[in-house]
C-alpha cells in the first residue's frame, strides 16, 4: 500500500495532480464571483429574495460569465484526461526528469490557459496553451501504450 | 496487486467513490425522463417520427430539463475532483476513522444537493450542500500536498 | 510498484482507458474543425483580425457545433464514470476474459455513439450504444461493491 507513494514518481504526479485539480476547482468560486458582480444568475431560486421586477434581469447570461464557464469546461475537456493518463504513465516506472517535465509543462500550460481565457489575452496565447497541455498529454499516453498494450 | 483491495481505507474509498460515481450517472436517465415528459429534445434523429410541425415544438429547451443538465454539470465539476484527491489521499494511509468521515460527508452533501437542485429548494440549502462538499475534497488535498509535496 | 503493471487485467485496463481517453481529446480538434468550416465562434478575440461586420456574423452558434459539443460533454459523462469504476473494477482481481470483455464492449461502443451522434444517424442506434456503454459500467461497478463493500 505504502509501496505507491515511497515512488519518487508517484508523489511527483499526485503533487501535480493535486494542484492542476485545486486550479480546476477554483473555477466553480470565480464563477460566483463574476454571477454576483455582474447579476446573472440561472435558478429562480437564487434570486428568490428580489423583486419581480428584479428577478427578470438577474435571471440572464453575461458574457463574463459564459467566459469563466467556458474555461472551466475546458479545464473539464483537457484536466481530466491528464489525471487519468497521468496516473498509468505514472505506473509505467519512467525516469523522475521526464516525468517531472511533463507534470510541469501541463500544470505550467493549463495556469497560462485560465489566465488566457479569463483575461481575454488576445490569441494565439490561449491557443497555444491549450495545444502545449495536449502535447504532454498525448506524449504520455505514447508511452503508456507502447509499455501496456492488451488489446 | 490484491494488496490495495486489503487495505480498509482503500476499501472504504472503493465503496463511495462507486456509489457518488453511480449517482452521478443516473443524472443521464433523469434528464431523458424529464426531456420525453416536458417535450425538449436537441437533436433532429430523436424526434424523426414525429410531423413537420410538431418537431419544430418539440426541438426546443425547457427550464426543467435546463436545471437537471446544470445540476449533472456541477457533479461532473464537484464529483470527479473527489474521485482523484479521494484516490490519492486513500494511498497517503489516513486513519481510517477520518477518511470514513470525509467520504461520508461528500457522499451525503452530494446526495442532498441533488434533491435541493432538482427540488429546487429555496437557498442556501443547494448553497451549502455544495460548500461542504468542497471542503471535504480541499480537506483531502491539504493531506495530500502535506504527504506528498514533490515539486 | 511495478506489480500494477504486471498483472494483465490491469494492463488491459490501461490500454483501454488510454484509448477512450484518446477518444475524448479528439472530440476537442473535431470541435474546431466544425468551427472554421461553419465559421462560429464564441470569443472576441478567436475573430479579433476580422471586420466589426464579419465580427458579428462569427460570433454564433452552428448546429453542428453544437452538436459535437454535445457528443463531447456526453463522453465526459460516460467515459469518467469508466474510466473510475474500471479502474477500481481491475483492482478487484476479476478473471481477464471477463475484463476484457467489459472493456472492448465500452470502447466499441463509445465509438460507435460517437459516429451515430456526429453523423447523425437515426435513432435509436445512439441511444442503443449509449445504453450498451452505461450497461457495461453498470455491470463493473456491481462487481465493485460486491467486492469492497465498507460503508
Given at each position: 500500500m505504502a509501496t505507491l507513494m515511497d515512488d519518487e514518481v508517484f508523489m511527483a504526479f499526485t503533487t501535480y495532480a493535486t494542484i492542476v485539480t485545486l486550479k480546476m476547482m477554483l473555477m466553480a468560486p470565480l464563477t460566483s464571483y463574476y454571477r454576483l458582480t455582474r447579476g446573472?444568475?440561472?435558478?429562480q431560486e437564487d434570486v428568490a429574495r428580489k423583486s419581480a421586477e428584479e428577478k427578470k434581469k438577474l435571471l440572464r447570461t453575461h458574457p463574463d460569465v459564459e467566459r469563466v464557464r467556458r474555461c472551466h469546461q475546458n479545464d473539464l475537456e483537457n484536466v481530466i484526461p491528464f489525471l487519468v493518463v497521468g496516473l498509468l504513465y505514472a505506473l509505467t516506472g519512467p525516469e523522475l526528469s521526464a516525468a517531472l517535465l511533463h507534470f510541469r509543462l501541463f500544470a505550467c500550460s493549463r495556469t497560462f490557459h485560465t489566465i488566457a481565457y479569463v483575461g481575454a489575452l488576445p490569441q494565439p496565447s490561449r491557443g497555444l496553451s491549450w495545444l502545449l497541455g495536449m502535447l504532454a498529454t498525448f506524449s504520455m499516453a505514447y508511452r503508456v501504450l507502447g509499455t501496456a498494450l492488451t488489446l
Open positions: 446573472a444568475f440561472s435558478n
